[in-house]
């Protein structure tokens, strides 16, 4: 089992920190936002981004997979009451020359294998496709 451990705190009325490692990240817990930082929802999502992403750094040498780079958008919808992300739509934009086949086994092996892309496919609705960079 593999255990991660990140420590916050409250800096002021306007923001607070998480760390990790030797790693830190600026939170937007001003109750009238902020734009300098990433507030819950945003982090949430850029931990599904960071997921994908990790993943695919991951595949690349199990399935031989060529690619140039890779770029991944979300879009999040959260209800008002009860508060909760009720949908997380994704778009993996890949710039490869690989075929869709695979791709399509990119995307599978994506769905299967990540930890956070799992524990929010088991919490709320996760959907999202992944394509071939135009041009």
């Known amino acids: ?8 705190r409250r800096i002021d009325s306007h923001g607070s920190e998480a760390t990790t490692k030797e790693a830190r990240i600026v939170l ?6 902020r734009a300098d ?21 991951r595949m690349i040498p199990m ?15 959260r209800q008002d009451s009860p508060p909760k992300m009720i949908r997380i739509e994704y778009r993996i934009v890949v710039d490869t020359d690989e075929t869709d086949a695979r ?23 996760l959907a999202g496709t992944i394509e071939r960079k135009p041009g």
């Open 1 to 8: 089992m593999l255990e991660y451990r990140v420590s916050a």
């Open 28 to 33: 937007d817990t001003d109750v009238a936002g």
């Open 37 to 57: 930082a990433f507030n819950p929802a945003e982090m949430l999502l850029a931990s599904l981004a960071a997921c994908i992403l990790k993943g695919v750094e």
């Open 63 to 77: 399935l031989s997979f060529d690619l140039r780079g890779v770029e991944v958008s979300l879009h999040g919808t």
């Open 103 to 125: 791709l399509d086994l990119l995307h599978r092996n994506l769905r299967k294998y990540g930890t956070i892309f799992n524990t929010l496919a088991g919490a709320t609705e």
